[in-house]
């Protein structure tokens, strides 16, 4: 199922299906989307949650996935969602925490983004969500450009090693 859609991406969203091909059979996954799946996706924050995401899909009546796989020009080239923040995601203030990641030979294109540019729109539009955060390495200048480039404005948290960042949303 597509999630949502830019200028040049397709967002699918993750499911209990599309979450276990993932898993278990990446042709599979690919035929399901119409789209080869590249080899270096998923990245290894998604890998490690995938099993969790697909636990929470598979026993959860009525569990729904923020976020889905991004599929560029026919490839599944990353990865763009929503985390829990405590509580349930649309019923906590209407904030919710930003995730994405897109695989190396992909990088610097603008596709990581557009998703989040998409992202924080059907976040608005779909969930009626107030405010989006954002987090990365201080060290990682590409990732504090994509959130600033989406309309993300860092803000003091006090914390050493990761960089804060918010977006108020219409």
């Avoid at 969500?129 to 480039?149: F, I, M, P, T, W």
């Amino acid at each position: 199922m597509t999630l949502f859609e830019t200028k040049r991406l397709r967002i699918e969203a993750f499911s209990s299906q599309t979450v276990r091909l993932a898993l278990e059979d990446f042709e599979a996954l690919g035929v399901l989307l119409g789209a080869q799946v590249d080899p270096d996706w998923p990245l290894k924050d998604l890998a490690d949650w995938l099993p969790s995401l697909r636990v929470q899909l598979e026993t959860t009546p009525g569990s729904i996935a923020y976020g889905g796989m991004i599929v560029y020009e026919g490839q599944v080239v990353g990865d763009v969602g929503l985390h829990q923040l405590p509580g349930d995601i649309v019923l906590n203030d209407r904030e919710a925490e930003v995730g994405y990641s897109i695989v190396p030979s992909y990088r610097g294109s603008g596709i990581a983004t557009e998703a989040l540019i998409g992202l924080c729109n059907w976040a608005t539009s779909s969930l009626k969500l107030r405010r989006l955060y954002g987090h990365c390495d201080r060290e990682n200048e590409a990732s504090r450009r994509v959130l600033q480039k989406a309309g993300f404005s860092m803000v003091p948290a006090g914390l050493d090693r990761l960089m804060l960042f918010e977006r108020i949303l219409g």
